[in-house]
């Protein structure tokens, strides 16, 4: 587990996902409850006491809006971006934020399985090619409570490129839907119930999904879903 110490920024953990290292000129380029993140916060419903995970946290937009929701309850936050994570916790200290934050990879979360009863993440997966995706879905299920939600916030049009980035805050890019892609994935993740949330903000994606909690006969496997299985687009 690598944290953070206010001695000067952990060292960057190797991903290929695409890590963010401007720190500041990204809190200059995107106000906290802005582009779907205030929605992501009200469709991902905190409630006190519980312990929650911001996974591709940034500078913790997202996890003080998680903690200021909850009242009492704990947020931590990860990002691979030790720079990202030094602001965040920078941040924190000013506020007088319990919400904790330290540098680690959506595709290795350092926590025990079944820490939290919801984990999200803002605006991260379209950072990181399919097999991390994969990988970071996994790791999402596996600390994941049983019966816990994973609530995500990102574009609705697939892309990874950094052409994709640039061409994203220009206009809206043309593409397939990033649901179709994301939804089979969390399902042979061991995701259940992923479903695409309706809201008014027509450029963005919001999905959720359950760790089941269903055991299967010996009662002490859950019960996988079959891999072939597609989630409903809209409820
Ligand atoms: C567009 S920013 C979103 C930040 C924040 N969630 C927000 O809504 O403002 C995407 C973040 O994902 C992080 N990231 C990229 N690859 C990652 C990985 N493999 N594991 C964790 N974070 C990653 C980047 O460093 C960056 O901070």
Not at 17 to 44: E, I, K, M, N, Q
Not at 159 to 168: D, I, K, N, V, Y
Request: net charge positive.
């Amino acid at each position: 587990m690598t944290r953070h110490s206010h001695g000067g920024p952990a060292p960057a953990p190797k991903t290929t996902g695409w890590v963010l290292h401007w720190p500041r000129f990204y809190d200059l380029l995107s106000r906290p409850g802005s582009f779907g993140r205030g929605t992501l916060v009200d469709l991902a419903a905190p409630t006190a006491g519980e312990t929650v995970l911001d996974v591709g946290c940034g500078t913790g937009a997202v996890s003080f809006a998680l903690e200021a929701r909850m009242g009492e309850g704990r947020v931590h936050g990860i990002d691979a971006s030790p720079e990202m994570i030094a602001r965040a916790s920078k941040k924190a200290k000013r506020r007088r934020s319990r919400a904790a934050f330290q540098v680690a990879l959506a595709e290795a979360i350092p926590f025990p399985d079944g820490s939290f009863d919801l984990v999200t993440s803002s605006l991260m997966l379209h950072h990181l090619p399919d097999d991390v995706k994969r990988a970071a879905f996994t790791e999402i299920r596996r600390v994941l409570k049983p019966g816990g939600r994973f609530l995500a916030l990102d574009m609705d049009v697939e892309g990874h490129s950094r052409l994709f980035h640039a061409f994203l805050h220009l206009r809206r890019p043309r593409g397939p839907a990033f649901y179709d892609k994301l939804a089979p994935m969390m399902s042979d993740a061991g995701l259940d119930q992923v479903e695409a949330l309706p809201t008014a903000e027509k450029r963005l994606l919001f999905i959720r999904a359950i760790r089941p909690k269903q055991r299967g006969p010996t009662g002490n496997h859950e019960l996988r879903l079959p891999t072939t299985e597609t989630a409903p687009r809209r409820k």
